[in-house]
Structures are given as structure tokens and as C-alpha cells.
């Protein structure tokens, strides 16, 4: 996609608005340790440690000294906070490109030897580069390692295939396991101490994909091998403070997954921002396991980021996440099975249920459209029947969101899985296709014998179709639906349709209400612009508007 920037003769200027101040950091309420349950079982196959040293790399090229192309413009949106990829100063400075002195291809790179401040720089050329990459460096809040990808002329991003990649011989993954998964894993390597783990890392400005079963990869031993279906485009086996930022993320199984397990703290992943990321066509055909993104996270934050459809005839969800304390916020979510999913730990349940952060989910600002038929929109708590001692059993503040929901029959918003699961749910805007018949409120779901299921929903002030129900004429849900005297309804959508922006002289212009207070640190500051791109949301009337966007 090409960027919307262009040179004043002293800075790079966006062309749509003036460049707006980024957001403030999400606030996270420090944790208070509470007993732990026993751990809940493993979703997904994971393979045991391998400790013993691995071959040893081939030696790898220095760090170049030719003279560095022309500095690329900073061309990533400035609510990503993202700087314009070059050296950081504090470390060395990798040139993988066409150039003249630059390293040519990715399993040259020396990735078993990066340390905190080094720069992996990739620079645009024609022609994709097929490699795999592990990241173990241990960077530092204030020298962080960074593989960033340096645009074209037109704003490219260059490409990282898996398919067909090579990866560098001798590069200790441990287990081809962690090999076959990915494009990018991020793990300790095998010859370091069982507890280490990567830290401060970030990767933007890429285009990312291949990790699919159909591709085949050359193997650090130089074996040809296919990808796993249970994998990623970048694959998080344990981190802490990474960034995922500003990426075409496409083609694989899933965009991007996390693991945190119970082996320590350095085995769980921490502090995860995936921000800016256009994921689009991942997934794999008849499977409703693998879905665009799938984490396992204490603290994590999704913003600014477009989920696209999955590719077709997959039957995953959009979003799934199964972390501590999640911010879901100004995302654009199309398709899925579910468009969120969040239900409960599993590999790491005793560090999840201590944590209070667990109890809490902020959804915010988002535009979400789907196809009702294919399930329910948002489900919260739990999806394994019998582990409700698991289950999050705590709020879901859903507000500022536009929710579109297309096709026939029925559709239903929320599902959450007992009725210790609570959802506060104010400023939305929720339409219904026309032909849909049973635009429904809430859908139970089975849990083990005794536990109700429906949750407790609580109505602010909302924008929703007439033709709504709590629930469909054949089936009841248990639980509580508070709040309907609240509600604004009408028969006519109060938003461009296409654009969901609010129309002029709606009952949604300025209707927004106060938010209370256990969501008062997390004000709605932004939101996508028509291109899905970010932007700041000012208010332009006597209050907010009502949805995801402002007028």
C-alpha cells in the first residue's frame, strides 16, 4: 500500500491532516497475586525443550561500512509512535538489500549474534526475500533490537516469503518444530539457558507471509521441509516488551500467535503491542482452530490495526485471545467465525488467575462487520466446558464501537459463557443487515452441569435496529439484560452505511454518555480514517458522537 506522506523541505507531512500527537501508553493496574487454580490443559501441541547446543552457525558477514542509501522518510502514521528505520546509534546496523556492500539475503544475517541496539535494516527491492529469522536478542528498554523494513520509492514494503525461504545453517531453533511454524519465531536459542528469553524487540514496516502447509522452507540442517498447520507468521514462544507494528501480515495460517506457559516467568509472553498491522486472506481451509491471531499474553494491546477477511473457506475467528488484561482498541475487524473471541488461559492458567489484570477487558473504538451466520460477534469467558474454574469471570467494557452485521436469517452480538462474566456496554452503534430476521442481543452457551449460562449484560446509551431481541422466538438465555430503557432505535441506520461515519442530524450526533469510572483511563483518543489508516478523534460538536468514528 502506498503512503500518504510528502517532504516540506523540513519534515515529512502527512497529506490527509497535519500530523496529530501520538496516544498515551494503555495504564495497567499493577498486579496483586491471588491463589491459583491448577492449570488448565494445552490447546496446541508444543514441543519439549532441547537444551543441548546446536551446530555452529556459519560465519556471518560483518556489519557493512558502506555508505547507507539515502535516509528513508518516517512514512508510518505517527499514532504508531514508530521512528523512521534507521541505526538507532546504540548498536550495529545490519544492511540486508540490493545494494552495493549490503548483505543479500536474510540467512546471511548473523541473528544468533544481535544484541540490545542493533538494527536489522531491509531495504525494498523488487523481488521478495525468502528467508526465516529467530529472534533471541535481549535489548533494552532504552536500546531496543529492531528489524524494520526501509520503503520504496512508492512506499513498498519489503517482502519476507516463506515460501521456498532459507534459513541459516546451523541456526540454533532447538526443534525443527520451531522452525516449520514460522516465518519469524521469537525464542531463546537452543545452546542459551533454558530462562532466557528475547526482550524489547520490534518489528515493523514489512510485508510478511508463506508460513502455510502448501510451502516448502530450507531448514538450518538444509533439509526441505513444509510448514505445520498449527503456525504463524510471526510465532511468540516467549518475550517480553515486543512490538509487532506497521506490517502486511498475509498467506499464512494465522497472522501472528503467542504461547505463555507455567515454567516461569521468563517462559510467559509479556507486554505484547500489536498496532497498525493490515492482516488479511491467513487461515487455512475447513479448520475453525486457526484464526488471524491468537495470543497468550500478561498485557497485550491491539491498536490501529486492519483484520481483514481469512482466506476463503476458513472457519476461524478474526480475533482470539486468551491474555491478561487485553486492550482492544480502534481496529477495523472483518469476518471470522467470531469477530472477538476471548475466553480463558490455558497453558498458563495459575499466572493468568493471579493476576486481577485478568478480570478486565477494554474494547473500544473498533468497526466490526461480519457475516451473522457465522457465529456469534463477541463472546467472553470461556469455550471449554467443564474448566469454568478458568473461565475470566470478570467485566468486559465494550463502548465506542460500530458493530455491522450483514447477511440473513439471524445474528447475534454478545455470548458470554456463565453468568459470572459481566459486559458494560455504552456508546455503540449496532446495525443489522435488513434481511436479517433475528437480530438477537445475547446466545447462551453449554457449560458444565449447574453453571447458567447468558451473563450479566448492563445497557447504557446505544444505537441499535428496532427488529432487536434479546434473544431468537425458539431459544431463552439465562442471565440478565439490564439497561433496555436506554436505548436509541430506529429503522433507518444513522451512519453511512459504507463509511460508518455518523450521518448529519442522526440521533447519534453528540449523543455519547459519560463513561464511568472503571473506564476512565482509557479515553476514546482515536480512531481508522476512510483508509483504514489512523487518525486522532476530536470531538466537533457538544459531545462525542456515538460509534467508532467521529463526524
Not at 496529530?20 to 491448577?38: G, H
Not at 558477514?61 to 508510518?76: D, E, I, Q, R, V
Not at 533494552?140 to 519476507?160: K, M, S, W
Request: hydrophobic residues 35%; contains cysteine; aromatic residues 8%.
Amino acid at each position: 500500500m502506498g503512503r500518504r506522506f510528502y517532504w516540506d523541505g523540513e519534515q515529512w507531512v502527512r497529506v490527509q491532516a497535519p500530523a496529530p500527537a501520538p496516544l498515551p501508553p494503555v495504564p495497567a493496574p499493577a498486579p496483586a497475586p491471588t491463589p491459583a487454580p491448577a492449570p488448565a490443559p494445552t490447546p496446541a501441541p508444543a514441543p519439549a525443550p532441547v537444551p543441548a547446543p546446536a551446530p555452529t552457525p556459519a560465519p556471518a558477514p560483518a556489519p557493512t561500512p558502506a555508505p547507507a542509501p539515502a535516509p528513508a522518510p518516517n512514512t508510518a502514521p505517527p499514532q504508531l509512535s514508530l521512528t523512521a528505520c534507521l541505526p538507532s546509534g546504540k548498536g550495529r546496523d545490519y544492511q540486508v538489500g540490493p545494494g552495493s556492500g549490503q548483505i543479500a539475503n536474510l540467512e546471511q544475517v548473523p541473528w544468533e549474534k544481535l544484541t540490545a541496539g542493533d538494527t536489522v535494516r531491509v531495504f525494498w527491492r523488487s523481488t521478495p526475500y525468502r528467508g526465516k529469522v529467530l529472534l533471541a536478542a535481549q535489548g533494552r528498554a532504552d536500546a531496543p533490537v529492531r528489524l524494520c523494513g526501509v520503503p520504496g520509492p512508492q512506499g513498498q514494503r519489503p517482502i519476507i516469503d516463506g515460501a521456498n525461504a532459507v534459513t541459516r545453517r546451523g541456526l540454533a531453533y532447538g526443534h525443527e518444530l520451531h522452525e516449520s511454524r514460522s516465518v519469524i519465531v521469537f525464542n531463546r536459542l537452543s545452546n542459551q539457558d533454558w530462562t532466557a528469553y528475547p526482550r524489547y524487540i520490534q518489528v515493523d514496516g514489512l510485508q510478511i507471509r508463506g508460513a502455510h502447509p502448501k510451502n516448502q522452507f530450507t531448514s538450518s540442517t538444509g533439509a526441505r521441509k513444509n510448514y505445520v498447520e498449527f503456525g504463524a507468521c510471526l510465532w511468540v514462544e516467549r518475550g517480553h516488551n515486543i512490538t509487532i507494528a506497521d506490517n502486511e501480515i498475509n498467506d499464512c495460517t494465522q497472522a501472528i500467535f503467542s504461547r505463555s506457559t507455567e515454567d516461569g516467568d521468563f517462559a510467559v509472553t509479556k507486554n505484547l503491542r500489536i498496532a497498525g498491522n493490515h492482516m488479511h486472506g491467513n487461515g487455512v481451509v475447513g479448520s475453525y482452530l486457526i484464526h488471524t491471531t491468537y495470543v497468550q499474553s500478561v498485557g497485550v494491546t491491539y491498536e490501529f490495526n486492519h483484520y481483514g477477511p481469512l482466506r476463503a473457506g476458513a472457519l476461524g475467528n478474526a480475533l482470539k485471545d486468551r491474555s491478561v488484561g487485553p486492550v482492544i482498541r480502534y481496529n477495523r475487524i472483518e469476518g471470522g467465525a467470531r469477530a472477538l473471541d476471548l475466553v480463558e488461559a490455558e497453558d498458563y492458567s495459575s499466572v493468568a488467575l493471579a493476576d486481577p489484570r485478568y478480570r478486565t477487558t477494554y474494547v473500544y473504538g473498533n468497526q466490526i462487520k461480519k457475516d451473522g451466520r457465522e457465529g456469534t460477534t463477541i463472546h467472553y469467558g470461556g469455550d471449554h466446558a467443564g474448566n469454568e474454574a478458568s473461565y475470566r469471570k470478570g467485566t468486559l467494557y465494550f463502548f465506542n464501537n460500530t458493530v455491522h452485521l450483514t447477511g440473513d436469517g439471524y445474528a447475534v452480538l454478545f455470548q458470554l459463557s456463565t453468568t459470572q462474566e459481566k459486559a458494560e456496554v455504552w456508546n455503540n452503534v449496532f446495525l443489522f443487515d435488513p434481511a436479517i430476521q433475528y437480530p438477537r442481543m445475547r446466545e447462551g452457551q453449554d457449560n458444565a452441569p449447574g453453571i447458567a449460562s447468558g451473563g450479566i449484560v448492563n445497557l447504557g446509551r446505544n444505537w441499535i435496529d428496532a427488529k432487536w431481541s434479546d434473544a431468537g422466538p425458539w431459544h431463552t438465555v439465562g442471565g440478565q439484560l439490564n439497561g433496555r430503557h436506554n436505548l436509541i432505535t430506529g429503522t433507518t441506520p444513522p451512519v453511512d452505511i459504507k463509511t460508518l461515519v455518523p450521518l448529519s442530524g442522526s440521533r447519534v450526533v453528540d449523543a455519547a454518555q459519560a463513561a464511568p469510572t472503571a473506564a476512565s483511563g482509557f479515553p476514546v483518543k482515536g480512531q481508522l480514517d476512510r483508509a483504514y489508516l489512523p487518525a486522532n478523534r476530536t470531538v466537533k460538536g457538544v459531545g462525542m458522537d456515538l460509534g467508532a468514528i467521529e463526524r
